[in-house]
């Protein structure tokens, strides 16, 4: 997620921290729990790494273990109260984080608030044994 403060542009990647049993549990049967930990571990240095790539200004590292707040939606609605101009709580109240309705329920939202937003093209993430086999195939790191 990235947004205006000032003129510099901040870039937020959440992450949970890399630690084996505690990440990517739904590939631990095909991968064990230190094989989910690495690949969980990979994946935010991508993020990071496309992140920097593309210039937008700072990159930070928020592990949640880190972050204030019971839930998701508490946890970045204090790290943008940081940098953002205008930000509301009830942007994250009641999103079932992790859900299939997440990005249906937060552009509700966005409308209810009034708000005019930009999304990111959507991308796929690796959380189900065939999406390590799409990783696999396109050699992705």
């Known amino acids: 997620m990235t947004w205006r403060a000032d003129t510099r542009t901040k870039v937020i990647v959440f992450a949970r921290e890399p630690r084996a049993g505690r990440v990517k549990t739904r590939l631990i049967p095909l991968l064990g729990e230190q094989g989910a930990a690495r690949l969980h571990a990979r994946l935010v240095k991508r993020a990071i790494d496309t ?3 593309a210039g ?3 990159v930070e590292l928020a592990w949640a273990r880190r972050q204030r707040g019971a839930d998701l939606g508490e946890r970045m609605h204090h790290a943008f109260a940081r940098g953002l101009r205008r930000l509301s709580p009830r942007l994250f ?3 079932q984080w992790g859900g299939a309705q997440v990005m249906a329920q937060t552009r509700a939202r966005l409308a209810a608030l009034g708000w005019r937003w930009r999304e990111l093209p959507e991308v796929w993430d690796v959380d189900r044994p ?3 086999a ?3 195939r396109l050699r992705l790191p």
């Open 93 to 95: 109240e009641g999103i």
């Open 56 to 58: 937008l200004g700072e």
């Open 51 to 53: 992140a920097r790539a």
């Open 134 to 136: 799409r990783l696999r």
């Open 130 to 132: 065939e999406d390590v």
